[in-house]
């Protein structure tokens, strides 16, 4: 798999989507799963186990020992780089807002999101935005293109 693929119009550039994956070392994981058989579970142990440190975002997501949820943006400690989205389309303009109040970085919609209106937004307050891409298929094409 290569990490010049189709890219969703508006998405970064190959080199781009590399600085934001090797710059990045903080990771709201919006829609955040407390299933391991959903995608979102999946995804953000990935990005874990490979050095980010990830906080897991989902109101309605029971807590554990080993996995802390926080309601919302607001309650994470501390700024993240990038607000991965794993939410339905029409919650992705309120998490962008979030994150652009939050001070993330990036907005990152998973596969199968694209909010062209949210993205707008994202851009004119200066955040960088990926659509329609998974970060950990990106991440594992980064990690065998290096």
Same mark, same amino acid.
């Given at each position: 798999?290569?990490?010049?693929?189709?890219?969703?119009?508006?998405?970064?550039?190959?080199?781009?989507?590399?600085?934001?994956?090797?710059?990045?070392?903080?990771? +709201? =994981? =919006?829609?955040?799963?407390?299933?391991?058989?959903?995608?979102?579970?999946?995804?953000?142990?990935?990005?874990?186990?490979?050095?980010?440190?990830?906080?897991?975002?989902?109101?309605?997501?029971?807590?554990?020992?080993?996995?802390?949820?926080?309601?919302?943006?607001?309650?994470?400690?501390?700024? =993240?780089?990038? =607000?991965?989205?794993?939410?339905?389309? &029409?919650?992705?303009?309120?998490?962008?807002? &979030? +994150?652009?109040?939050?001070?993330?970085?990036?907005?990152?919609?998973?596969?199968?999101?694209?909010?062209?209106?949210?993205?707008?937004?994202?851009?004119?307050?200066?955040?960088?935005?990926?659509?329609?891409?998974?970060?950990?298929?990106?991440?594992?094409?980064?990690?065998?293109?290096?």
């Amino acid at each position: 798999m290569s990490a010049v693929r189709d890219l969703q119009p508006g998405s970064p550039a190959p080199a781009e989507m590399r600085d934001i994956l090797t710059g990045a070392r903080r990771i +709201a =994981v =919006v829609g955040h799963s407390d299933d391991p058989s959903r995608d979102s579970y999946r995804v953000a142990r990935y990005l874990a186990a490979h050095g980010y440190e990830v906080f897991a975002v989902n109101p309605n997501a029971r807590s554990t020992p080993a996995l802390r949820f926080y309601p919302d943006l607001a309650s994470l400690p501390g700024p =993240v780089d990038i =607000v991965d989205i794993f939410r339905r389309p &029409e919650a992705i303009p309120a998490i962008v807002e &979030e +994150a652009i109040r939050c001070g993330a970085k990036v907005v990152w919609m998973q596969e199968g999101l694209v909010h062209d209106a949210a993205a707008a937004r994202a851009r004119a307050a200066g955040l960088r935005v990926v659509m329609d891409r998974c970060m950990l298929k990106e991440h594992r094409a980064l990690s065998t293109s290096s």
